[in-house]
């Protein structure tokens, strides 16, 4: 069944309206008429199924009738990722998504060569990977931050765990057992992290270096491969 987010409130009766780019999806793409179903969220009043009761051309209108899931919230992992080159940062932002992250924190380190983003692209595909996923949440986007930046203000009630292309951390599955949440992974530029801010994170007692193995991979790559193995020694896959 369609599923899509809404920014309305959700309960019994409620009207919805969805924009006119997801009117056009339902209407003409998926040509639904009056009383066909869908399925709605918001990301916090659950998951409701909502019935078409009005198709114009101007838009449509929905009918929120029965709440289908009680809202949950994944595990609390935040990933935060060196701006690389678009198309890239467009998968990473999507496969969080798919694979649980709150959040994505886009980052700013030494060696980055890109510093401008179109957010409202990145929230696009975080909502519509949400939407195919079956998660009750879209991850928040946030505004791109020097790294340095980041490491002063952090919580260190969060775990940062750094994916170290140095080739002396500990193997990830074996270094992220027990760490569960709330956590953060750290993802590097295109050319790795610059020798001071790899000295300066291996210092902070809150950060946990871990190796993705003997090869370099991509951004792209390390990123779904930090959050797969996060999630299957702590995380939500257990």
Not at 22 to 35: A, D, E, P
Not at 170 to 197: H, K, V
Not at 218 to 230: F, K, V, Y
């Amino acid at each position: 069944m369609i599923r899509l987010f809404v920014p309305q409130p959700l309960s019994k009766d409620a009207g919805i309206a969805p924009t006119q780019e997801q009117s056009r999806y339902l209407v003409q793409v998926m040509r639904l008429g009056v009383g066909d179903e869908i399925l709605v969220f918001n990301g916090t009043d659950g998951e409701w199924r909502a019935s078409l009761v009005d198709a114009g051309k101007r838009g449509c209108l929905l009918k929120a009738e029965e709440q289908t899931r009680a809202q949950t919230t994944p595990p609390d992992l935040e990933l935060i990722v060196a701006m690389v080159k678009r198309g890239r940062v467009e998968t990473i932002v999507e496969k969080a998504a798919e694979l649980g992250a709150r959040r994505v924190r886009l980052t700013i380190t030494r060696r980055t060569n890109v510093d401008y983003m179109k957010l409202a692209r990145l929230d696009a595909i975080a909502m519509e990977a949400a939407e195919q996923t079956g998660r009750l949440d879209v991850p928040a986007i946030l505004d791109p931050e020097k790294l340095d930046k980041i490491l002063d203000g952090w919580d260190e009630s969060r775990r940062l765990v750094f994916c170290d292309e140095g080739g002396d951390a500990r193997p990830a599955i074996e270094a992220l057992a027990g760490t569960g949440a709330p956590a953060a992974i750290l993802i590097g530029p295109e050319g790795g992290f610059a020798p001071e801010e790899r000295e300066r994170l291996r210092s902070l007692p809150f950060v946990t270096p871990i190796s993705l193995g003997p090869r370099i991979l991509r951004a792209d790559t390390a990123a779904i491969s930090a959050m797969t193995l996060w999630q299957a020694a702590a995380g939500d896959w257990k």
